[in-house]
């Protein structure tokens, strides 16, 4: 069974940190691009950034940039998403996707292309 597996989430004071996890099994994530996604209350998923299996990075969310950082170590077979001076908006429940490449997914249509999704994990910046 091919899956994805997010933790690391919780509830964080704004300005804080939390590095996410997402463990990939039955396939080896070495072969595919990573992103990363979120979806708070009552708004659409928005891609944040996808790493692809070459190591280039895109970046999708502006107000992300500077403040989150995506790695992956495929000997774990893992990636992660590093989150630095967080804030109450970024309240949401973030996912992991696996696909061939990395799409705009700046643009809702580009995330179908997903082919593995994570169930998510709450993240809570408040105070």
């Known amino acids: 069974q091919l899956q994805l597996v997010e933790s690391g989430g919780g509830l964080v004071q704004p300005g804080g940190s939390l590095r996410l996890s997402c463990a990939a099994s039955g396939f080896s994530l070495a072969n595919f691009a990573i992103g990363w996604f979120r979806q708070a209350p009552g708004k659409e998923r928005e891609g944040i950034t996808c790493?692809?299996?070459?190591?280039?990075?895109?970046n999708y969310l502006d107000s992300g940039k500077g403040r989150f950082t995506l790695s992956r170590d495929n000997a774990k077979n893992t990636a992660y998403l590093q989150m630095n001076n967080l804030k109450p908006e970024d309240t949401a429940v973030y996912s992991c996707?696996?696909?061939?490449?990395?799409?705009?997914?700046?643009?809702?249509?580009?995330?179908?292309?997903?082919?593995?999704w994570g169930h998510g994990t709450l993240v809570t910046v408040s105070s």
């Open positions: 996707g696996a696909d061939l490449t990395c799409r705009d997914y700046s643009h809702q249509s580009f995330q179908h292309y997903i082919d593995i």
């Open positions: 790493m692809s299996n070459f190591g280039d990075v895109s």
